[in-house]
């Protein structure tokens, strides 16, 4: 049917909503695990501890200058090394987290040297302790001034998700990988794919773009 087949993608829909619903469960554990780990990292930069901002120095300049093929090659190849066996699933999602962290830690702690030094001065001298103050006073705000920046690393986060079909992560692109082998037509199974992604991706732009008018609405 020449070079474009538009029933391609019900002759194999089986596959595409496996790949799809794998990616949105990739996408959601792994925007939950690097948001907090993300944080945690933020506020090791600017503790008052100094191995504590040594490490998450040297987590966030390490992990953002190396490729995500890297990182997720070291937890499908390198911890069987040492005995710990993973799947491409888990590998991925692991690597996904661990690498998006890295920009969502920079992203927080530049809304955190935004807010007012007094806001933590003020709240230490009520009693409240440094994690306390971080928790209850300094993060809500500075998450919210940050939330553009935060969202676009998320968006970022459900496209890099392609990269498990390189370890056989059972992913939108492992599944396509898959298709195109069996039917060899790349445009009409990857023009699907990227319709999918878009699935994802548009919804999840327009839903950061609301939550910042809320915020502002609220803050006015």
């Known amino acids: ?26 996408s959601i554990i792994a ?16 503790a008052p ?15 953002r200058n190396i490729p995500l093929l890297i990182v997720v090659f070291f937890f499908y190849l390198g911890l069987p090394s040492l005995g710990i066996e993973l799947d491409g699933f888990v590998s991925g999602t692991l690597g996904l987290t661990v690498y998006t962290a890295s920009f969502i830690a920079e992203a927080i702690r530049a809304g955190i040297q935004a807010i007012p030094t007094g806001q933590t001065e003020a709240a230490r001298a009520t009693g409240l302790s440094y994690l306390q103050t971080m928790t209850h006073i300094i993060l809500p705000q500075a998450i919210k001034i940050v939330l553009p920046a935060i969202g676009n690393q998320f968006i970022n986060l459900v496209k890099n998700s392609s990269i498990l079909a390189v370890v056989a992560g059972m992913d939108l692109m492992y599944y396509a990988d898959l298709i195109n082998s069996d039917t060899f037509l790349p445009l009409t199974v990857y023009t699907f794919v990227a319709l999918f992604y878009l699935v994802l991706t548009v919804p999840l732009s327009y839903a950061v773009l609301y939550m910042e008018k809320c915020f502002n609405i609220a803050d006015n």
Do not use: C
């Open 49 to 63: 501890l100094k191995p504590l901002n040594w490490f998450g120095t040297a987590y966030v300049e390490v992990i």
């Open 1 to 26: 049917m020449g070079n474009f087949d538009v029933m391609l993608v019900f002759d194999h829909w089986d596959r595409y909503m496996a790949g799809f619903i794998n990616t949105i469960q990739i």
């Open 31 to 46: 925007l939950i695990g690097s948001f907090i780990l993300g944080a945690i990292i933020a506020i090791f930069r600017i």
